[in-house]
């Protein structure tokens, strides 16, 4: 959805760098999520947030850290990254749906390879 | 949190009704059942959601039983751009309750 975009798309990096995964949205979505895929495997939840002051660990945390600088802005951060954590990094946004239960917005994915 | 069991594969032909089917025995009273569907390397997209008897939209409909314990999504007449994976999501997002992605079921539509 070209409502949330994230920056890079791509990403080659070495074991023990700081990576940080960028994520915008023009949605107007309070709420906002950090995913990472493996190959053959559902999306894990990292870290979510509700608002600009909210931040929730998700399922997976460790090693990352996130920061919500606007409403429109939620960053992931690999403080010293590892190679298990090579995999697809998708964001996404939410709103609750007509039916009454949130609808998630994904954007592109970034697709991270730490060496 | 309400576990779901999809099947892992399916195979069907352009032109023919889908339906596939999530079990959710667990499925507590406020939670809602969402399907995404994903394309290999782009974000899932949001198919269709309900909470009981039947949802349609342009793209899809979703049959839920009285017991709410299962869940089938019913694609009409499939195209070779259908093939895909498809997730079914039990529950609601907030505090502490997080949604999850399981394996999905891998969609093959075939010529």
């Known amino acids: 959805d070209a409502d949330v975009t994230q920056t890079p798309r791509n990403r080659i990096t070495k074991t023990g760098k700081r990576i940080m995964l960028e994520c915008s949205q023009t949605?107007?979505?309070?709420?906002m999520y950090w995913y990472r895929q493996d190959p053959g495997l559902g999306l894990r939840l990292i870290y979510y947030?509700?608002?600009?002051?909210?931040?929730n660990k998700g399922e997976i945390s460790d090693g990352y850290s996130v920061s919500r600088q606007a409403q429109a802005k939620f960053s992931l951060s690999l403080e010293s990254a590892i190679p298990n954590q090579t995999a697809l990094y998708f964001c996404?946004?939410?709103?609750?749906?007509?039916?009454?239960?949130?609808?998630?917005?994904f954007g592109p994915g970034t697709r991270l390879t730490v060496l | 949190l309400a576990k779901t069991t999809q099947p892992i594969s399916m195979d069907s032909y352009e032109g023919q009704e889908v339906n596939i089917t999530c079990s959710h025995n667990?499925?507590?009273?406020?939670?809602?059942i969402t399907w995404y569907q994903q394309f290999p390397s782009q974000g899932p997209r949001f198919i269709i959601q309900?909470?009981?008897t039947k949802v349609t939209n342009e793209v899809a409909s979703l049959f839920i039983p009285a017991d709410r314990k299962s869940s089938t999504l019913s694609l009409p007449r499939v195209s070779l751009s259908d093939t895909a994976v498809y997730y079914c999501l039990v529950g609601v997002m907030e505090y502490g309750n997080k949604l999850v992605f399981g394996a999905g079921t891998i969609l093959r539509v075939k010529s």
């Open positions: 667990n499925i507590a009273t406020n939670d809602y």
């Open positions: 949605k107007g979505h309070d709420r």
């Open positions: 309900g909470y009981k």
């Open positions: 996404a946004t939410s709103v609750l749906g007509l039916a009454g239960a949130d609808t998630q917005y």
């Open positions: 947030s509700f608002d600009v002051k909210d931040i």
